[in-house]
């Protein structure tokens, strides 16, 4: 069947509508992700940011050749409603498929830095650590300040004699990761809620108060090598407690010195000071270092033994020979000082 003129003219005239009309959403369309991108451009998406204002953003950087494709692409992309703030890598040229495809995968993750807190250190030891640590942007002088500005627990006494640190024992030694941007104060505060929540967590046999179990912890954790012994050297400090005897702890005068030298002398004992156990009956008044789990679980529940004193009988392990009595005790600090130069052991002897 043959057109009339003017249905043909009609029917020309709708080719050419619907030409015009698929080239016209072509050009709408995002288009296909271009090979041939420019250069790199960091765009700090921030948060509430809704798409105009993506757009925009991204208009202005080049990253897009025009707002309003943006907008009519994100209308039939589900992924527009679904950006996250944050600092992204695009390239100059892009196609709103290739932007949202980068969007979707969601900013990268901040910087980080690792600092491993070993047990036994005093809080400048652990200061110095933390700004030592690979990537940390603090300094000691930082760190310092943002001591200051933390709460201690409840259970820290509020009566601790005049140049006390009040925090020594509770930096909590352990593995931590931090955003570079972390401040001091919130690092410092984590490392204190650590330890709280660790003696939160422990339900100890001997009656202590957690600032007791917390000093106790530390002098084991100055004190002991061998882990075997940790409870036990928590019975000789219960039971010399309970006798009302002088602790006589060397790590509370190295304290005290505010140094760890590797020998006391006879002065050194009578040092004047409120950690000094061989002067000052009791504990000391704050613990001496921050003690790790296994010494604060020894400290809740020492060992069953009659033991008062203890020695060094193995210059190389640090193992110890316990006594009961003086007398005994006395033999072995005088087989101690016969090793004490040269080293040797009489652990098996005792």
Same mark, same amino acid.
């Given at each position: 069947?043959?057109?009339?003129?003017?249905?043909?003219?009609?029917?020309?005239?709708?080719?050419?509508?619907?030409?015009?009309?698929?080239?016209?959403?072509?050009?709408?369309?995002?288009?296909?992700?271009?090979?041939?991108?420019?250069? &790199?451009?960091?765009?700090?998406?921030?948060?509430?940011?809704?798409?105009?204002?993506?757009?925009?953003?991204?208009?202005?950087?080049?990253?897009?050749?025009?707002?309003?494709?943006?907008?009519?692409?994100?209308?039939?992309?589900?992924?527009?409603?679904?950006?996250?703030?944050?600092?992204?890598?695009?390239?100059?040229?892009?196609?709103?498929?290739?932007?949202?495809?980068?969007?979707?995968?969601?900013?990268?993750?901040?910087?980080?830095?690792?600092?491993?807190?070993?047990?036994?250190?005093?809080? /400048?030891?652990?200061?110095?650590?933390?700004?030592?640590?690979?990537?940390?942007?603090?300094?000691?002088?930082?760190?310092?300040?943002?001591?200051?500005?933390?709460?201690?627990?409840?259970?820290?006494?509020?009566?601790?004699? &005049?140049?006390?640190?009040?925090?020594?024992?509770?930096?909590?030694?352990?593995?931590?990761?931090?955003?570079?941007?972390?401040?001091?104060?919130?690092?410092?505060?984590?490392?204190?809620?650590?330890?709280?929540?660790?003696?939160?967590?422990?339900? /100890?046999?001997?009656?202590?108060?957690?600032?007791?179990?917390?000093?106790?912890?530390?002098?084991?954790?100055?004190?002991?090598?061998?882990?075997?012994?940790?409870?036990?050297?928590?019975?000789?400090?219960?039971?010399?407690?309970?006798?009302?005897?002088?602790?006589?702890?060397?790590?509370?005068?190295?304290?005290?010195?505010?140094?760890?030298?590797?020998?006391?002398?006879?002065?050194?004992?009578?040092?004047?000071?409120?950690?000094?156990?061989?002067?000052?009956?009791?504990?000391?008044?704050?613990?001496?270092?921050?003690?790790?789990?296994?010494?604060?679980?020894?400290?809740?529940?020492?060992?069953?033994?009659?033991?008062?004193?203890?020695?060094?009988?193995?210059?190389?392990?640090?193992?110890?020979?316990?006594?009961?009595?003086?007398?005994?005790?006395?033999?072995?600090?005088?087989?101690?000082?016969?090793?004490?130069?040269?080293?040797?052991?009489?652990?098996?002897?005792?």
């Amino acid at each position: 069947m043959r057109l009339s003129r003017g249905s043909a003219l009609f029917l020309i005239v709708l080719v050419g509508l619907a030409v015009v009309a698929v080239l016209g959403v072509r050009a709408l369309l995002p288009g296909e992700p271009s090979e041939d991108l420019g250069d &790199e451009v960091a765009v700090e998406i921030p948060d509430g940011a809704n798409v105009d204002d993506v757009a925009t953003m991204l208009a202005e950087d080049d990253v897009i050749d025009s707002e309003w494709r943006f907008r009519l692409a994100a209308r039939f992309d589900a992924r527009a409603n679904q950006i996250r703030a944050g600092e992204y890598t695009l390239r100059e040229g892009m196609s709103a498929t290739q932007v949202f495809d980068r969007f979707a995968e969601g900013p990268p993750p901040p910087p980080t830095f690792t600092v491993t807190v070993p047990e036994g250190l005093t809080v /400048p030891q652990t200061l110095e650590r933390i700004a030592e640590a690979g990537g940390s942007p603090h300094e000691v002088e930082d760190l310092e300040e943002g001591l200051v500005q933390i709460s201690l627990p409840e259970w820290v006494p509020s009566d601790l004699p &005049e140049g006390a640190q009040q925090f020594e024992g509770l930096l909590a030694p352990a593995t931590y990761e931090f955003e570079e941007e972390t401040p001091a104060a919130e690092i410092l505060a984590e490392l204190v809620r650590t330890t709280d929540d660790r003696l939160s967590g422990i339900e /100890p046999e001997v009656d202590w108060e957690q600032y007791e179990l917390l000093t106790v912890a530390s002098l084991i954790e100055r004190e002991v090598r061998i882990d075997e012994e940790r409870p036990v050297v928590a019975s000789v400090v219960a039971n010399r407690l309970e006798d009302e005897r002088l602790l006589q702890i060397d790590a509370t005068v190295q304290y005290a010195q505010d140094e760890h030298q590797g020998r006391l002398l006879f002065e050194d004992l009578e040092i004047d000071s409120a950690w000094n156990t061989y002067e000052v009956e009791g504990l000391p008044p704050t613990p001496i270092a921050a003690p790790g789990r296994a010494a604060l679980e020894s400290a809740a529940h020492p060992a069953n033994t009659d033991y008062r004193y203890y020695v060094v009988c193995d210059t190389e392990t640090g193992e110890h020979a316990f006594a009961e009595h003086d007398e005994a005790h006395q033999q072995n600090v005088a087989r101690f000082r016969e090793i004490q130069d040269d080293g040797g052991r009489f652990c098996d002897d005792t």
